[in-house]
């Protein structure tokens, strides 16, 4: 198709160069020059009028097709560098407004402007294709529509608020704007966000055709979307969505309150008020603390993905092997054949471990095809990169092993053994231990350059951190080729020194601890665990100790106190927990009460029964604020000690470990951009309070007290605009 072209028009390093069609079709391609996908900047908005001014003196034009020339990307967003150098909420609002006027001429183009999406289309990439007069997209897995600028603090500034609602309704258009999430092709299709989905190779083919058809006239929408169009629709519509997103975010990001009150001034006022209101928001919102914390973790997480961990080109890894079928293997199974698209063999005592693992991946994926996020053929092809054995067959072969059996070290050392002896000489070797350390499991190996720690968090499918650790042996090249497979698996990978309970654990114990102090001292259970996820994380710690396994937990707790002392020691009479046998979700019994096979009732409810085995009269006697500040306190103090110490390599790490490992409410930005709003002079002035009320192991770490003397930040002013510079 594109050898019938004529007259073709291109500026020197321009993103945007057209030419026409034998039938009178313009064909704009966008093609940033110098970066693997597209990204609107700011200067672009006088390449797109340009393009669009000399489009318009073509004679005879029929119309437009926008098409990207990045091989798997359409547009991936807005650069949101921009911002960064934005003073106040007026400037940045004006980024928006000039964003709306570059989407205003395409909407305002005389002839039909077709979007042919191929790729990543996500958020000022979709609101260009909104302003299109139609939206043809790719049938291809890569293939991605969304809005996620609420993941940043943000709305959709380019017109996005107003174009969505009214395109698929409002209801449709909250929940994609207020999620964040995307959608593949063919559910876009059912949504009515694009008018077809076809095979890439006659995509461009398929938007010519569309051009050539003219306008269309809209299809109405849904009943239920003209419904809640409707004066008394509208009124219930944005009073339950707003009663269940304040129910969800707890007022903590402000993003989705504006978000909402943007698109209903657009609906009750027109749509001049609402690009009014979107642009006054968008500058307002990239003010707020929330979004700068966001905006911190996303430029980290990026430039994070661009490290090898070590100064080494790392090795090709072609085959994985698993040892032990449990909750773990099977996760990490699932990740590497499903994920990476790497060939796995599972290796387990018995037979009914290699099944346990398997069934594992196959219901996993069942869920996928349920929700047609999957094919069948596609679910056979996963499933067949899986294999189990209970010897070593196989092994032979394999480029890394990843060993997660019982967290007993004289097991650990014979399966380091074990492989030496059945796995080639070149095969690396990951234990994924959540505490014992690396040096001691490598102790008795012959390769101990080849021996890392690789520890994963559960459910493996859904947590996206991963801790690499190497030893002061671990070769370089060991390092690189461990992170990059945990990349390929989709994971944020960080590397952290060989300490116990590394960095995650470390700074999670303590925090677990006084959670359990709080409990003896009679505070409600899910008093405790409210006063948490109002602060911001996902759920409570006492729920948490219930997710991740009450006994996980107090395996932990002995080998922190033998490296770090008595401040990491469990309060006394809590060990009562266990020895009733209660280990959580896992066996249905734990804080909360759990029905068959581990699921909590319609309502999560406390088990009355841990009160009278804690021999506690549960009565709420601190305010939420109290008991959050406690248990985040002494995370943010082991953060610190451990940042000094060179567990972690740079407070990016911690922050990006915290936020990815535990939960650390993304908005505060992880403990270190936390301690920096905070201000570490006051950090340390709230733990000597505490110290007093509540005991010495609240005493300030010497690093907080040596930063708040010097008032020095971890974040350096500028910092994260550097760190935007580079990604």
């Known amino acids: 198709m594109r050898d019938n072209m004529e007259n073709p028009t291109t500026t020197p390093d321009s993103a945007f160069s057209l030419m026409f069609t034998t039938e009178h079709v313009g064909i704009i391609t966008i093609d940033v020059p110098g970066e693997k996908v597209n990204t609107l900047k700011a200067e672009f908005a006088e390449q797109i009028s340009s393009i669009l001014h000399k489009a318009q003196q073509y004679p005879n034009l029929k119309g437009l097709v926008l098409i990207s020339g990045k091989p798997d990307s359409f547009i991936a967003g807005a650069d949101i560098t921009m911002i960064a150098g934005c003073k106040t909420a007026a400037e940045a609002s004006q980024l928006a407004v000039k964003g709306q006027t570059v989407m205003s001429q395409i909407a305002s183009f005389p002839v039909p402007v077709v979007a042919a999406i191929h790729g990543a289309c996500l958020g000022g990439g979709l609101e260009l294709a909104l302003a299109c007069h139609a939206r043809i997209c790719s049938l291809d897995d890569k293939t991605q529509l969304g809005l996620p600028e609420v993941q940043l603090g943000l709305l959709p500034g380019s017109g996005g608020t107003q174009r969505l609602p009214r395109l698929i309704g409002a209801p449709k258009a909250l929940e994609l704007m207020l999620t964040g999430r995307s959608l593949r092709a063919k559910q876009a299709l059912k949504l009515g966000l694009v008018d077809d989905a076809v095979p890439y190779s006659i995509l461009l083919q398929t938007a010519l055709e569309r051009v050539a058809k003219g306008r269309k006239a809209r299809p109405p929408l849904p009943w239920q979307a003209r419904l809640a169009g409707g004066p008394l629709g509208k009124s219930l519509l944005f009073h339950f969505v707003r009663k269940q997103t304040r129910a969800k975010t707890h007022g903590n990001y402000p993003a989705t309150e504006k978000i909402l009150d943007v698109v209903k001034t657009g609906l009750d006022q027109g749509s001049g008020n609402g690009y009014q209101a979107e642009a006054n928001a968008f500058g307002e919102l990239v003010m707020t603390p929330e979004s700068a914390a966001l905006r911190g973790l996303f430029f980290a997480s990026t430039a ?131 505490s014992l350390p690396i040096h001691q499991i490598a102790g008795l190996a012959t390769r101990p350059e080849q021996v890392i720690g690789l520890h994963y968090f ?35 990978a960080i590397v952290v020194g060989d300490s116990a309970g590394f960095f995650v654990n470390r700074v999670l114990a303590p925090y677990i601890n006084e959670a359990a102090r709080c409990l003896l001292a009679g505070e409600p259970i899910d ?115 451990c940042l000094d110490e060179k567990v972690i390599r740079s407070a990016r790490d911690g922050d990006l470990g915290a936020v990815f490992g535990i939960g650390f409410p993304p908005f505060r930005g992880g403990p270190f951009r936390y301690i920096d709003t905070l201000g570490a002079a006051n950090v340390v002035k709230t733990l000597q309070q505490l110290a007093q009320r509540y005991g010495e192991h609240f005493t300030p770490c010497e690093g907080l007290l040596r930063r708040a003397e010097s008032h020095a930040l971890f974040y350096p002013q500028g910092e994260t605009k550097e760190i935007a510079d580079v990604v």
């Open 527 to 641: 008093h405790i665990d409210k006063a948490l996820v109002h602060f911001g994380f996902p759920v409570g710690p006492v729920q948490l100790l219930d997710e991740v396994g009450i006994d996980v937990g107090t395996k932990i707790s002995p080998i922190l106190v033998e490296a770090f002392g008595q401040r990491f020691a469990a309060p006394a009479g809590f060990d009562a927990v266990l020895k009733d046998d209660r280990k959580g979700r896992k066996n249905g019994k734990g804080f909360y009460l759990y029905g068959q096979k581990g699921r909590s009732a319609k309502k999560k409810q406390v088990d009355p029964a841990i009160y009278r085995l804690l021999n506690v009269t549960p009565k709420a006697q601190q305010s939420e604020t109290e008991l959050a500040q406690r248990c985040v306190m002494l995370m943010l103090n082991e953060a610190v000690r």
């Open 304 to 434: 994070l993905k661009k490290e090898k961990g070590a100064d080494a080109e790392p090795l090709p890894v072609r085959r994985v092997g698993i040892l032990g079928g449990g909750l773990m293997g099977g996760g990490i199974a699932n990740v590497t054949a499903t994920r990476a698209g790497l060939p796995v063999r599972i290796k387990d005592v018995n037979h009914e471990g290699i099944r346990h693992a398997l069934k594992y991946s196959w219901d996993l994926l069942e869920k996928k095809v349920r929700s047609r996020r999957l094919t069948r053929n596609e679910q056979q092809r996963q499933m067949m990169l899986i294999s189990g054995t209970t010897d070593y067959s196989g092994f032979a072969q394999v480029d890394l092993v990843v060993e997660a059996v019982f967290e007993d070290l004289a097991l650990k050392q014979s399966m380091v053994a074990e492989i030496e002896k059945n796995a080639a000489p070149r095969t690396i070797f990951a234990s994924n231990t959540s």
């Open 458 to 492: 559960s459910p493996v499918d859904k947590m996206p951190l991963v801790e690499v650790i190497p030893h002061a042996g671990t070769s370089a090249q060991t390092i690189s080729t461990t992170v990059a497979l945990a990349k390929k698996q989709g994971k944020t």
